[in-house]
């Protein structure tokens, strides 16, 4: 083929696929990502099909980054908002369980999978993105540094009214991170069932409790 000829029948492609061609950023080059998707994963043991429905922030925030344009502040205040609703505070008002606890559950990437039992317990996964104690040199950077997380914040007794704020929002924060953040990458522990709530409790420990190897 000549040049010219070639010149010519890209221009004649380009001009169809803006009627209907699927690049990758485009919706239906998504569903049809979808629908590959949806044929090749098979449901086993706890990881079944739902795992491919996703809500409603998944579907924008997704959408916001194969079109490579970011949410609107309406969107993402919408996001925010019906994320921290879901947020569910401690029975009792126990927000602090036992640090040395924490550490195990942070340490812990299993769970979830199909190959883990029906009801297993699943970890927190924490070191896959975050530095948290700084004994442990093998972590993630997908996420900031929690080391002297709670010192840091000023947070010298965990009962003290002055640490209320930081404790609350650490809370938050693990429950359902979108709840501050719209498209946060972390997941939405306790929102998802990930973690139980007594499993939260040993991470914020770990993270705000002075005595944590985390604020030495
Ligand atoms: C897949 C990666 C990922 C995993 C796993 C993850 N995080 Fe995060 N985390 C992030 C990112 C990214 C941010 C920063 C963006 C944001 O705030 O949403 C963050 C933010 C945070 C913050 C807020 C920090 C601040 O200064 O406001 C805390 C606290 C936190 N993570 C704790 C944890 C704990 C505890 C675990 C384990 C139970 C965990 N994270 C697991 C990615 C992750």
Known sequence: MKTTSIKAWAMTATALCLVS??????????????????????????AGMDRLTTDEANRLCSEADYKGKPLS??????????????????????????????????????????????????????????????????????????????????????????AKPIIDYTWAKLWNARGYNACSNMPRFGHNGILTETQLQHLMALLLDPKSPVNQ
């Open 21 to 46: 061609c699927a690049t990758p950023n485009s919706t239906a080059y998504q569903e049809d990502v979808q629908k590959v998707l949806a044929a090749s994963f098979r449901a086993e043991g706890q």
């Open 73 to 162: 502040d309406k969107q993402s205040e919408k996001i925010r908002t019906d994320n921290f609703k879901t947020i569910q505070w401690p029975k009792n008002n126990q927000f602090i369980g036992d640090y040395k606890q924490g550490e195990v559950i942070a340490q812990d990437g299993r769970g979830k999978t199909w190959s883990d039992k029906e009801g297993s317990v699943n970890g927190g996964n924490c070191y896959n993105c975050h530095q948290i104690s700084k004994t442990e040199i093998s972590h993630g950077t997908l996420g900031p540094s929690l080391y002297n997380y709670g010192k840091l914040r000023g947070v010298t007794d965990v009962n003290s009214p002055n």
